[in-house]
C-alpha cells in the first residue's frame, strides 16, 4: 500500500497498486504546480484508490492537448492529483505529497522545451521535448 497527502493533514490517500513509472515534467501547467520548477509525477493504477477528505478539482487542458482534472488540498494548497481523460485507469500523484518520496526516482524529464533556460536535467534520464508516450 501506497499512502500520502498534503501538508496539513486535511487530505490522505491509500494506493493498493504499485507505481507504474514517475517522470520529472516541465510542461507550463506543471511550471504553474512546481512554483517555477517542474514537477515529479507517479503513476498509479487508479482502481482501489481511497481518498479521505475532499480535495478541490480543477480542470484544465494540457500542452499536449489532454484533459486533465488536477486536485489539491484547498486548506493548504498542496498538489496531489492529476488525472487525464484519455488515461482513466490512472492517476497521477505528486511525488512530494508521497509519504515516502523516494518511492520511486523519474525515469526520464518530459517537456524539455517548456522548461526555462536557467533549468537542469539530470544527464542520466531519457529527455523529451514535449509529450512522450503513455506509460500504460
Not at 497521477?92 to 536535467?121: C, K, M, N, Q, Y
Amino acid at each position: 500500500m501506497t499512502s500520502g497527502g498534503c501538508l496539513c493533514g486535511a487530505i490522505r490517500y491509500d494506493i493498493p497498486g504499485e507505481p507504474i513509472a514517475a517522470r520529472a515534467c516541465w510542461c507550463r501547467l506543471c511550471q504553474y504546480l512546481g512554483a517555477g520548477s517542474g514537477t515529479v509525477n507517479v503513476a498509479f493504477p487508479s482502481e482501489g484508490v481511497t481518498i479521505t477528505g475532499a480535495p478541490r478539482w480543477r480542470t484544465d487542458t494540457a500542452d499536449s492537448g489532454n484533459v486533465l482534472h488536477r486536485g489539491f488540498c484547498a486548506e493548504c494548497g498542496t498538489p496531489l492529483f492529476s488525472t487525464a481523460e484519455a488515461r482513466p485507469h490512472l492517476i497521477f500523484v505528486r511525488a512530494g505529497s508521497l509519504d515516502d518520496p523516494g518511492l520511486v526516482a523519474p525515469g526520464a524529464t518530459i517537456w524539455t522545451s517548456e522548461a526555462p533556460a536557467w533549468a537542469h536535467f539530470d544527464p542520466a534520464l531519457p529527455q523529451v521535448e514535449g509529450q512522450p508516450p503513455p506509460v500504460a
